[in-house]
């Protein structure tokens, strides 16, 4: 018998443990899936296939799109100028949307337990919060992070709630195999 050492994992790696972190965009390219315009993103200090489509979605009332738009709010990326609406209640972003224009930008990204497979697999929520800062343009408080961080984790704490899980084990209604 020999003497031997080894090292102690704590059980994981934080950079892919659950709740907000604070990344890095490395790569965003639009593309087209079912006839929607993605953008796809990769962030530094994460392998490339962990990457986030984020989808064009569109409001109900005024046909607005607003994930992609959000992403280049957040991330404080293209902005050119913020106008002031007749109201003054609403503001309107005026931003440049190449895609080149997120690389290098910070955003808080959600990361989740997927229930659907019934594998536990790390998934990145595609709703997206600012990270803390001072932009020529935009700004975001410590404070007006956490009230949108926390309403994206309870939008996606009730989408999470009405997924069945996939325990994969057989119940009566699906009995199991017979070999």
């Known amino acids: 018998m020999a003497v031997k050492t080894m090292s102690v ?12 972190h ?10 087209e899936s079912a006839g ?5 993103l990769t962030f530094e200090g994460y392998p490339d296939n962990m990457d986030l489509r984020v989808y064009e979605a ?17 991330a404080n990326a293209g902005i050119m100028g913020v ?7 609403h503001p309107v972003i ?14 808080n990204v959600l ?9 536990g697999y790390t998934r ?22 956490a009230v949108l961080q926390a309403g994206i984790k309870k939008g996606l704490d009730a989408f999470l709630a009405k997924q069945p899980t996939n325990t994969e084990a057989p119940t009566e209604s699906s009995p199991a195999p017979i070999f």
């Open 58 to 74: 569109f409001t109900k009332k005024d046909n607005q799109e607003f994930k992609i738009s959000s992403l280049f709010k957040n």
């Open 94 to 107: 005026q931003y440049d949307d190449e895609a080149e224009n997120l690389v290098s930008k910070k955003i």
């Open 22 to 31: 604070e990344l890095t965009i490395k790569t965003a390219e639009y593309g």
């Open 124 to 145: 990145m929520h595609d709703m997206f919060a600012p990270v803390e800062q001072q932009g020529e343009h935009l700004s975001f408080t410590a404070e007006e992070v």
């Open 9 to 20: 994992s704590s059980g994981g790696n934080d950079k892919f443990a659950e709740g907000w």
């Open 83 to 89: 106008l002031n609406d007749p109201s003054g209640k």
């Open 111 to 119: 990361f989740y337990k997927e229930k659907k497979t019934g594998k």
């Open 36 to 40: 929607k315009k993605i953008i796809t």
